[in-house]
């Protein structure tokens, strides 16, 4: 797929409306949107779901790879997660096997 160069502005909803707007380049990785997303109104990165429809967007995608082509602006939903499901993901990103202690990651088995 053609890389797509340029700017997109990314306007952030939550389900009680409108938190944001960042203006991104396409090449950016989702991950980059949600850093930006932490600077403009302080959710920490790692507690972010960004979803464009019902899809959620996963941090190592690019945007040229996940938003329309002809799009100059797209609106994507921010669900926050809670603090220790967010912590228990990076314990599980770097090593799983720490896991093991943490009886919160296993309650649902």
Known sequence: RA??????????NT???ALCS??????????????????AVGTPHAEQRLLL??????????LEESLPEEASAVELSLIRRPREQARLISVAQSDWSH???????????
């Open 3 to 12: 890389s797509l160069q340029g700017s997109i502005e990314l306007h952030i």
């Open 15 to 17: 389900l009680g409306g």
């Open 22 to 39: 960042v203006s991104a380049d396409r090449s950016w990785s989702i991950r980059d949107v949600k850093v930006a997303v932490q600077g």
């Open 53 to 62: 429809d019902f899809e959620e967007l996963r941090d190592a995608t690019l």
């Open 99 to 109: 896991l093991h202690g943490e009886e919160e990651a296993w309650c649902d088995r």
